[in-house]
């Protein structure tokens, strides 16, 4: 719920924008910040590496797919 409310603050104040919504009425990705953020965010916590070393590149691949899949979703002509 805090990722939720800070992303309709940085919509409000114009940080940020959503172009691409599930449900077109509403300023934030409602659906997608309450079912695929947090699930993402479980599956990278159920499956992150045991050893430190190991975590970085995990997590730094993590946030990279879910920028590629971003940057698909608004721009479908480079797919």
Same mark, same amino acid.
């Given at each position: 719920? !805090? ?6 603050? *940085? ?5 940020? =924008?959503?172009?691409?919504?599930? +449900? /077109? ?9 309450? !079912? ?6 479980? *599956? ?5 590496? =045991?050893?430190?070393?190991?975590? +970085? /590149? ?22």
């Amino acid at each position: 719920m !805090t990722g939720a409310f800070l992303c309709f603050v *940085f919509v409000s104040i114009g940080f940020y =924008s959503f172009p691409a919504r599930l +449900i /077109p009425m509403s300023p934030i990705p409602i659906i997608e910040m309450f !079912t695929v953020i947090p699930f993402y965010v479980l *599956f990278g916590v159920r499956y992150s590496p =045991s050893k430190w070393g190991w975590k +970085i /590149p995990f997590y730094w691949g993590m946030v990279h797919i879910a920028m590629l899949l971003e940057i698909f979703v608004l721009f479908p002509q480079l797919r």
